[in-house]
Each structure stands twice: as C-alpha cells, then as structure tokens.
C-alpha cells in the first residue's frame, strides 16, 4: 500500500479497522512514524501552553464575552472562557483603560463629554456677552473703553446687585460700580484703575460659585451714544425745544462713527467675537434642504422612540402590553410608522409675520433686526436681517426703513437691562393675493397687503412729543414704501402701547391706527375712515381669513394648507362626521375642513378669537360650524355630553331643524355685535378674563391654525366686529348653555392642534374616557410634547386607578414631560387606549430645525 493510500485511510472513516488489518501490518510499521511524529509535537506543545497559562495573559478577562451576554449569561467555554462573563470578572487592560462596551467605560466617557460640554458652553458664554446695554452713564462708558468695566459670567440667576457687591467684598474685591439682575447669569463690575482689575481677575477668574466656575470677560463698549438718548428724563418743554438740536447732533455723531469705526480694533475686535445672525436665526441655512429634510425625520424619529420606551415603563403590572408596543421592535422601536416629511412649497422668504427687536448692534449703532443671543445669557446685540432665508425682502425693507427713522429720532431705544426707552419692537405682516401661484424666484410679487405694528412705550413721556414722533414716522414708512422699487405694499399701520418688561404685550395693552400719508401728497393725511380697519387679508385652501393686528396665524402659509389637507385625509371626513376642533383659534382648521363634513364644533379659550372665527365664517359663507369660548378643559366635558351623550340615529335622516336652531343662534350673534362699535367683549366670559383688548399670548410661530385677535377692529363690512354686544357670546359660548338638542352623527373625529406645552390632563383624560370618539388627529409643533400626551392616551389603564395626595410631593419640579405623563397613567380612569397608527412630519420652517408634526390616533 503506498504512503498517499495509507493516509487517506488513516484521516478517513475506516482508518481503525485499515490498522488493524493483518494484511497491512508490515507497511504500517514503516509509515506510520511520521504520524506519530505529529502526534509527539502536539502534546510536547500542550504542555507548554498549560505551562504559559498558568501566567495570565495580560489581556486575560479584559473584554466581555459577547457570546454570553446573547445567550441568556451562559457560555460553552465555562470559566475557561478567556472573556469575561458580567462587568463583575471585567479586569482593565494593561492601558489602565475598560472594554469600550462596559458600563463602566461608557460612566467614564459621559463625565468626559460632560465637562467638555460645560467647559466648551461657559467658553461659549463667556465669548458670546454682547451686552450692548450694560452702560448708562458717559462715565461708566469710558471705563468700558480703557478695560476698566468686566462682565462676570455664570451668577447665579437669582443673585441681584446687592448679592454681587456682598460676594465681591466678601473676597476682598475692590471695585467701583457693580450690578445684577436678577434672571441673569450676566453680572457687572466697573473699577476705578488697572490694578484693581488685575487683583480682580486673579481673584475671581475660575473661582466655583454654586456649581459653576465663575468667568470673567470684556464688555462691549458703546460708541453710539447719543445725547437724544436722555429725552426720557427731560422736561416736555425742553423736549421740544431741543429736538432740532439733538437731531443735528445725532446726525453728526453718526458721521463721526462710520468714519472711526474702520480704525476701530476695539469695534473690530467685537465683531469678530460675535455671531451671525444668520446662524442663529436659521442655523440649517448652509445646508441643502434635501440634506434640512432628512436630518429633521431623523431627529423626529429619534423622538417618537421615547413614546415607545415611556409607554413600556408606564404599562401597569399584570397588565400585558399593547400590540403596537410588540410590533415596535419591527419598526426600529418607533410606535408607528413615520410615513416622511412634506417639504414646504416656498422655502425662501416664506415668512407672513416677522418680529424685528430693536436695539444696538455690537458696533453700538442702533439696529432694527434680531437677537444675537438669549438675553439672560448676556446677549442684547441686535443684527440686520438681510442675510436671513426665511424673511420676505419685503419685511427686510421696512426693517430698513425703520432703522434709518431711528438714527434721527429723539426718543430713546428700549434698555433691556434698565426697563426704560421708548422704541422696542417692530412687527411685519403681510397678506398674500388669492389664487397666484407664489413664484419660487420672485414670492414678493404675490404680497398684496401689509400690516406694520411698531411697539413702543410711552412711559413719563409728554404726549405732544409723542405724537409728533408718530407723525414724523408714519411719514417716514410712507416715503420709504412709495421709493422703494418696486413700491411697497402698505395697509395699515399700528401703534402698541406696552410698559412691560418683556415684548409679549399683554391683552390689555393698547392698539392705536395711525394714519399715514397718501402717495400723492405726504403733507396730508389721510382721512380717518380710511384707516378704520386695522387688519389685512390672506387665503388659505381658498377661503379668506381676516388677521387683526395680534392675530395668529400660521407664518408658512403654503405649507399650512399641505398640513391642512393632510390632517383632513387622515381623519376620514364624511357627511356623517362630526368634527371636534380643539384649540381650535379663529377656526382655521375647522373652517378649511368644514364642507367635508356634518358639522364642526371649535374649542377656544379667548373670547376675541372664536368672535373672529365666526366672522371668518361669515367671510366664506360657512353656516355648520358652531364655536365655544371657554377653556378646553372647562367645557370639554359638556360639550362631549351634549353631543356624544345620546345613540346616533343610523336610520333615517337626521333632525335637520335641531341643527339649523343652532346656527341661527350662533348667526344671531354675529349680527348682534354688529350694532355698536369699538367695545371689547365684556366680564361675561369668566373663564377668559377681560379681553376688551389685545390678546398678544405668547405661542410658539409652529402653532398652526391658531388665531387671536384684538377686540378693537372697526370694520362696517360683513366681517363683523367686536363690540359689547358681544357679551352675549360668552353667555351662548359658556359651558351652561350647552343644553340645546342637536344633531347626532355615526363619525365623531377630534383634531388637536394645542400650543407647545401641549393638551391640558383633564382634555386628554376626556378624550381618553370617551368611547365614541374613535379616531383623533394630533398635530404638535413640539414633539415632544406630543410624546407626553400619547403616552397617556395609549397606555393601557391599570385596574385600579391609583389616588395619591401630592401635596408636599415637589418632586414633580425635576421630572422630564415624559415621566410626568408617565405618573399621571397611574390615575388614568378604566378605559380602552389610543394606538398610533402612523405619523408624518410637515416642514413649515426651513433653514430651522422646528417641523410640525402629525400623528393618527385609533382604537
């Protein structure tokens, strides 16, 4: 047998039985050797390795075994295995570092990251103080040039002036001047010489205060200042007397500061140090909007994970969980599916309302644009806008024009840190013509009607010279539009009256139309009927909605209509349907959706809005919708009883005579407020307060379809107006006087559209609790504020609902949206939960990184 034979025998199956054969016995003696060979060398090398072990490898035990974290903490090696079974066997590697995938590893990189984040943000902080108002007097002024002022960053917010010259003398600190406010983390000090600042810095510079290091840095000078400046404090008559003095003056220190500003390093300097307005107004400007879309659905679905995870925690125990929890898992863990996101139709200058602050920029001119920075962080430069994608190059006109008004006005611009001046805040509106394809290249052109609201404050100021400073501006804005090319639209414009310390005017804070030139001859005025009418129009899926002054309206109004349509889509409307609009502001929703369904019920809480809707109504010639003034939570109740309460009628048709009886109620109102003019609604609504006035609430600009408007418009035509008649709109709308019959529909649909805090508990535990309502359409313009409301729709209740007193329980303060509505499960009455059925995203801000989103809700 020859030697290749011998060997496949002996690696085969039959190598046993081929040597023990007789006839090969021979042959086996002379083969077999080099195999037996091997076989030495195997063992003498076994033995070696079990003499090398018993010296650990020193990567022994330093990864964890991955085998056995997936099979259930059991492994095939035993405690032979080389890998560590559990974080208890885990040993560092000889870098003194831990396997990247342990719990300790990963502990270890959050504390770095995490210091790296404060250091890099107190750096942030520190580099981006622009307080452009920290300096009243000509004298503190001056010390801020030489280097003599500082700004201490990271105060606590609560500290005030006094609390920082306590700390400063508490370590020996020598200073001059020194001030905080409170709701601050900025602070600032003034010294008398460069060795006081020296000893300062040394002394202060990376010292901890509470859990932060103290920072100290620079404050921007101001070389604008101008004498105007004290018109506020000033007699009336030395007011007028001077004011053509001030003006030259301020026209030559105008001069005199563009000519020095390039030799400037100082200003240079301060430049360089600050930020873009660009960034920080539209931070996604430089990316490709394809790349805009796709890094917002990820961020989206990032945030719908936490549904699914809180919605898991919350489940009670013994409770098995939901079927769209389970199928999660198939899905990457969102709760639904994320269909997309719908991008916006225009995406450059998409913006119908623009708020311009008024203030200085870092070069100390007075700037008619936005923030640079959050203010309690330090920052009150003002920057133009004119390199900002989302505003209207008309609005950056006017913006213009208004800033060129101010380098000659005598009154004095808003001090943020001081709460006193007189300019504070300019408001673009505009309102676009109907059924004109919006040109991409050229969206100005379809912007037929404009509104300008100019806050200011007229606190210890005579009212001659305020007037006067009207005049003088209302001319200006007039010039300004009819030289402009192509010329400006201009509508109406608006005075608010607001001493508050924040722009957010209150309700009761007063509106004023002023007159404006004509065209043809700036000398005069025009006539006062022909400025009655504060409010300019817009179109949405082709109905005309009339927008007061502080009225809300949606900013993107092409994409307003793709959010509509969608929202109508995926609740499928009917004949038979009846619509709950929740939060439902001038109605815009509910009216684009009214000839899609039976009727439609809107839920408002301010007085003046639902009186617009109704006028809205009117407008559009829309007669089955009927809205409620009250609070959501205040009226939900009965107005679910009132219509949900009874069996719908499946045979037959429906009781047409109950349905006309309420409109021609609601109708009767309109009309009656019709009579009288220039009154607000009354004392009737109590739930709502007194809204005769402005209702300027604050909500975010993604709060689609909401719309609040001043009780003051005085337009005769079939829009209506708010007067005192319109009393009897609170009496009709309240929560008592839903005892009428009315019609009953097989369809009930509920479309929210609350602002960012989200829905109230009491509204989404009757939401939950109701079992006709089968179908619920949520749009949110803050995701996760949506998530905090699913999570109490959608988690099963427990089976008996828990009842705690949290009285003295203030652990509440510290916990996430999420947790909360995870505790508030815990009490939610028996009933059958929501299930997300899909989701969508809608892009209404471009070059941001908001997004509306929208999510269906069944069960």
Not at 338 to 344: T, V
């Amino acid at each position: 047998m020859s030697t290749e034979t011998l060997n496949t025998k002996i690696n085969g199956e039959d190598s046993t039985e081929q040597l023990h054969s007789p006839e090969t016995s021979t042959d086996l003696t002379v083969e077999i050797t080099p195999t037996e060979k091997r076989k030495r060398e195997e063992t003498e090398t076994e033995t070696e390795t079990g003499q090398q072990q018993q010296q650990p490898n020193p990567l022994w035990k330093t990864s964890l075994c991955s085998y056995f974290r997936r099979n259930d903490n059991s492994c095939s090696h035993g405690d032979s295995c080389r890998y560590a079974h559990g974080e208890s066997e885990l040993r560092p590697r000889p870098d003194n570092t831990w396997d990247p995938t342990s719990e300790r590893a990963k502990k270890i990189a959050k504390k770095d990251d995490d210091g790296d984040k404060s250091e890099n943000k107190e750096e942030e902080k520190c580099n981006d103080v622009m307080m452009t108002e920290a300096l009243d007097n000509e004298e503190e002024c001056s010390s801020s040039g030489t280097g003599l002022s500082k700004c201490l960053v990271n105060l606590p917010m609560k500290w005030s002036s006094d609390n920082l010259r306590c700390f400063l003398k508490q370590h020996d600190v020598t200073f001059k001047s020194a001030k905080k406010k409170k709701g601050m983390v900025v602070g600032f000090v003034t010294f008398e010489n460069p060795e006081q600042v020296k000893s300062a810095l040394k002394e202060l510079n990376g010292k901890l205060v509470g859990n932060k290091n103290l920072k100290v840095g620079d404050v921007i000078p101001r070389p604008f200042e101008r004498k105007g400046n004290s018109a506020i404090s000033s007699s009336p008559a030395s007011q007028q007397g001077e004011k053509q003095t001030q003006t030259g003056d301020s026209l030559d220190s105008t001069k005199i500061s563009d000519e020095t500003e390039a030799e400037d390093p100082l200003s240079s300097d301060s430049v360089l140090k600050g930020r873009s307005v660009r960034d920080v107004v539209t931070p996604l400007a430089n990316v490709p909007y394809a790349d805009q879309l796709e890094q917002k659905k990820s961020s989206l679905m990032q945030t719908l994970k936490k549904l699914t995870r809180n919605a898991r925690k919350a489940c009670p125990n013994g409770v098995s969980l939901p079927e769209w929890i389970l199928k999660s898992r198939e899905i990457g863990g969102q709760p639904c599916k994320l269909e997309g996101i719908i991008d916006s139709p225009l995406i450059e200058g998409y913006r119908n309302k623009c708020e311009f602050s008024v203030g200085y920029s870092v070069l100390g001119k007075p700037t008619v644009g936005f923030l640079l920075g959050n203010f309690r962080e330090g920052v009150t430069a003002v920057e133009e806008p004119v390199n900002c994608p989302n505003v209207s190059g008309i609005a950056c006109k006017y913006a213009a024009i208004f800033q060129d008004f101010l380098q000659q006005s005598t009154l004095p611009i808003w001090n943020r840190l001081n709460n006193t001046g007189f300019w504070r805040q300019l408001t673009v509106r505009e309102g676009r013509m109907p059924g004109k394809k919006v040109k991409v290249e050229n969206s100005d052109a379809s912007i037929s009607e404009v509104m300008l609201i100019v806050q200011v404050c007229t606190l210890a100021l005579d009212d001659a010279v305020v007037n006067d400073e009207f005049q003088s501006m209302a001319k200006a804005f007039a010039m300004g539009a009819s030289s402009a090319s192509p010329t400006l639209p201009l509508t109406v414009l608006v005075v608010q009256d607001h001493t508050g310390i924040s722009n957010v005017a209150p309700a009761d804070a007063p509106l004023r139309v002023l007159p404006f030139p004509k065209r043809e001859s700036y000398s005069e005025l025009q006539a006062d009927n022909a400025v009655a009418e504060a409010k300019i129009h817009d179109f949405i899926n082709g109905l005309r909605f009339c927008i007061s002054p502080t009225a809300f309206f949606q900013v993107n109004t092409l994409a307003a209509e793709k959010l509509y349509s969608l929202a109508g889509d995926w609740a499928s409307l009917g004949p038979d349907t009846l619509l709950f609009d929740v939060c439902c502001g001038t109605g815009t929703i509910g009216l684009t959706l009214a000839n899609r369904v039976g009727m439609v019920v809107g839920i408002e809480m301010n007085a003046s809005a639902v009186s617009d809707a109704q006028r809205n109504a009117e407008i559009n010639g829309i007669k089955n919708c009927r809205f409620i003034c009250g609070k959501a939570e205040d009226v939900m109740g009965s107005v679910l009883r009132e219509y949900l309460t009874s069996p719908p009628k499946v045979d037959g048709i429906p009781d047409i005579q109950e349905n006309t009886t309420s409109t021609e109620k609601t109708d009767s109102i309109v009309n009656a407020s019709e009579t009288d003019e220039g009154s607000g609604i009354g004392s009737a609504t109590a739930p709502i307060g007194n809204t005769d006035s402005t209702d300027n609430t604050v909500e975010p600009e993604g709060k689609a379809g909401l719309e609040r408007t001043n009780g003051t418009s005085l337009s005769e035509s079939s829009a209506g107006c708010i007067t005192e008649s319109e009393t009897q709109l609170g009496k009709s709308c309240s929560s008592d006087n839903l005892t009428t019959s009315v019609r009953h529909f097989k369809n009930v649909v509920a479309i929210v559209d609350p602002p960012r805090v989200g829905l109230h508990p009491t509204v989404i535990k009757l939401l939950r609790t109701n079992s006709r309502l089968r179908r619920l359409v949520y749009i949110s313009c803050n995701p996760e504020s949506l998530v905090a409301n699913a999570i109490e729709l959608c988690t099963p209740s427990p089976d008996e609902a828990e009842r705690g007193n949290n009285k003295n329980n203030r652990g509440w303060r510290n916990m996430s949206s999420a947790s909360l509505a995870r505790h508030r499960t815990k009490s939610m009455p028996s009933s059958e939960p929501f299930q997300p059925v899909k989701a969508m995203a809608v892009d209404l801000f471009p070059h941001t990184s908001h997004c509306e989103l929208v999510m269906l809700l069944e069960r």
